[in-house]
């Protein structure tokens, strides 16, 4: 059996209904044309207006098919998937095979923009891209690339290999350590694929794992006030500007996403470009909810409420990665806005100018030193 078969004999036709099995149920709508066949595969769901439905376009089979498969073969030697191997045995399940391939070919398209469901051919090209990108390979093993005055340690750089539901196959974990102690301050994880030179950042995420209490932490967390310095706090705030704001970013993430730009810099990639919003992890909240409020006696007030909820969240998320890296442009001449959100696609587009220009102290010295690299050992 082709390995992509169950693509179209079974994920298109389940995602139009909302959920695909996959031996345990993933959360995916969309509704799928095929110009070459002139067949469309409406969505059979909508929920007055709940869901944000994008339709995928296949505008040439074979080409798409090809890509489809390379992106499969590369997918599976990619990820570790023997949780999922495992349980499948265990399960006495015989097309286990089978099925993994629908988990990668299932989980693959919540990561997909509007964009990349109009332009499915580029969207398959860029995930193997990411797959194929060793970029940051030399950081395999943690590896201290610089000393920080500003937030007194070491800072140490590790490339995470993350799991298949995760937004991106790569993450940069980014740390200080204490010199004396060893006591470690970890950033939020950053969230990168490359194709042709070009970063796409999905995601800064805080992961529980990897934060440890300790004095250091405290005294980090101190300093990163630091970027306050030559930000106007009285006049760029939510009451003048809503949720456009720069004032109301998270300091860790944007030193993180400051130091990753800095390596980015250092590799010679100078376009960056973050993704306003993944429509399909949208979806698959809203279909949590109404699947959960089944369980529930006034199943209408509990979708409502969650409903309010999960709009106060994702506006969250999504502006604050945005502004996250706008807070950072706002200090920093060296970047440049080529296009916001939604001017010629759904993502902002920032491109790195030659010379450093930037006025706050902690982010010139934390870009500097992902940029220089200079590394050194504890």
Known sequence: MNDINVFYDEIINEASAGRVDCFFMMNLLFSTYIREENKTIEAK??????????????KNKESFNKLLT???????????????????????????????????????????????????EEFLRKQIAFLKDETFSEYE???????????????????IQETILNETPNSLKISVIEPETNERYTFP????????????????????????????????????????????????TYENYGEGNLKDVSASFVVASNIALGLLASKGITDIVVPSILIE??????????????????????????????????NNLTEKLLRTFLRIVSHNKTFGVTAYPFDIDSSLHIKTNEELDCNNTLLNETFLIGEKVNSKKI
């Open 281 to 314: 992890r949208w979806n698959a909240k809203e279909t949590g909810i109404v699947v959960k409020s089944k369980r529930e006696e006034n199943s209408q007030e509990y979708i409502d409420s969650n409903k309010e909820e999960h709009n106060k969240i994702q």
């Open 141 to 159: 093993e943690p590896t201290i690339i610089g000393y920080s005055e500003t937030l007194g340690g070491y800072v140490e750089v590790e490339n």
């Open 189 to 236: 994880l950053v969230r990168y694929g490359i194709e042709d030179n070009k970063c796409y950042i999905y995601a800064v995420q805080k992961n529980k794992k990897y934060d440890e209490e300790n004095k250091f932490k405290k005294r980090v967390n101190r300093r990163l006030f630091q970027i306050g310095e030559n930000f106007d706090t009285k006049n760029d």
């Open 70 to 120: 390379e992106y499969l073969a590369l997918a599976r030697k990619k990820y570790d998937l023997s949780i999922y191997q495992d349980e499948l045995i265990f399960a006495g399940v015989e097309n286990y095979e089978q099925i993994i391939n629908k988990i990668i070919l299932t989980t693959l398209w919540a990561n997909a923009t509007y964009d990349d469901f109009n332009e499915s």
């Open 45 to 58: 769901k909508n929920d007055d207006g709940r869901y944000l439905i994008p339709r995928l376009v296949i």
